[in-house]
């Protein structure tokens, strides 16, 4: 575990974390004022790898070959010049930090949006170490600057859990929540004061996971298993690539699953959660690996009524009477199912395909430039 600490005086500005994995959601942008929850578990920390921030350039601006260096294979609106290596945290775990109330930004609505650089200082030297992000449609999260901040390491090491562990655990993501509009006075804890809608999770997972299943296509078409994931990719599949013979096949793969068959092209697979590693099979494959989250794949991948996104907490039936002094507490109806159909983050989709080495073929160019009209279409 690790606390971090101000690197002008040294002060904990942060309680014990242990470091999981970047949340696919970290940047997301979700709907139009939605109020969004905390980003990271309390206890927790993750590391964005890439610079962000301020200072920022437009494509213009970049030279193909940095961008290519950067990781970047198509044009994007800009690149951030910052530096690598920000830190996640969630806002409750932070000590001895004050907001700077003259650095709110310009671009922030409703909130906190952390896009004009550090609006949080360390309380005993003032130094700026961190971004407070709050705003309306955007994760709830502290940012810490990584050249105002050092890690220090306390308490021992903690292994990661083994994926049969996770496995066991069974923390799976469901495909949908309630979202409240920022603002809104809702009644605590019920989902009728809710605007239910597909989980920003799942969107934003699906945005990363389509844009690996293009890669994988080769230009042709791609089947994916039917009910719940055939529901989140097969209308954006069967839009972006043309129909005909030879399909490729993606199956769901992973730990305490069936080995695949010989004809799985492309393997829906889920990442880490504590280390980010990907999952592969024992064996040595040339199916291509599409990462999901692990609660998103688990979701996916468990068999039985806890997979089902179509009717969750429905009531049990149940025989005899109950003990004297039990009230009922399952007369509220079952939570209601969005009604409109699946969307993946077209952000989440933009930023994974840019950074896949195959969006050089003119074929998932041409989709890439033509996202708008995909967007428009509702596939995406």
């Not at 890690?151 to 929540?177: D, N």
Request: hydrophobic share 40%.
């Amino acid at each position: 575990m690790f606390v971090f600490a101000c690197a002008g005086c040294g002060s904990e500005l942060t309680v014990p974390l242990s470091q999981v994995a970047l949340p696919v959601h970290a940047h997301q942008v979700y709907g139009n004022g939605a109020q969004l929850p905390v980003l990271m578990e309390s206890g927790t920390f993750a590391v964005e790898p890439e610079p962000s921030g301020p200072p920022w350039r437009r494509w213009a601006e970049i030279h193909p070959d940095e961008a290519v260096a950067r990781g970047i294979y198509a044009p994007v609106h800009a690149l951030s010049d910052g530096a690598p290596g920000a830190i996640v945290i969630a806002p409750g775990d932070a000590r001895g930090t004050v907001l700077i109330p003259e650095n709110r930004g310009d671009g922030n609505c409703c909130g906190l949006d952390g896009a004009a650089g550090p609006n949080v200082a360390c309380m005993e030297c003032a130094l700026p170490v961190a971004s407070r992000v709050d705003d309306c449609s955007l994760w709830q999260a502290m940012w810490l600057d990584p050249n105002a901040v050092r890690r220090v390491p306390v308490g021992g090491v903690t292994a990661p859990l083994t994926w049969a562990e996770l496995t066991a655990e069974g923390k799976g993501t469901p495909p949908f929540e309630p979202i409240a509009d920022w603002g809104s006075r809702v009644k605590a804890g019920h989902w009728s004061h809710h605007q239910w809608s597909w989980s920003p999770r799942w969107e934003a997972a699906a945005g990363r996971a389509l844009a690996h299943l293009l890669a994988a296509s080769e230009g042709r078409p791609v089947t994916v298993p039917g009910g719940l994931a055939g529901e989140v990719f097969q209308p954006a599949l069967d839009s972006m690539l043309p129909a005909g013979p030879r399909a490729r096949h993606a199956v769901l793969a992973g730990p305490g699953r069936p080995a695949p068959g010989a004809d799985a092209d492309i393997l829906l697979v889920p990442t880490h959660p504590q280390t980010g590693d990907v999952w592969s099979p024992a064996a040595d494959a040339t199916a291509y690996l599409v990462p999901l989250p692990f609660g998103v794949w688990l979701w996916l991948a468990r068999p039985g009524p806890d997979s089902t996104a179509r009717e969750p907490d429905l009531p049990v039936p149940a025989s005899g009477g109950l003990p004297d002094g039990v009230l009922r507490d399952d007369f509220d109806p079952p939570a209601p199912h969005p009604h409109h159909l699946f969307r993946a983050d077209p952000e989440a989709f933009r930023h994974t395909l840019v950074r896949l080495p195959t969006v050089s073929s003119p074929w998932l160019r041409e989709i890439l430039d033509r996202l708008t009209q995909h967007q428009r279409a509702g596939f995406i």
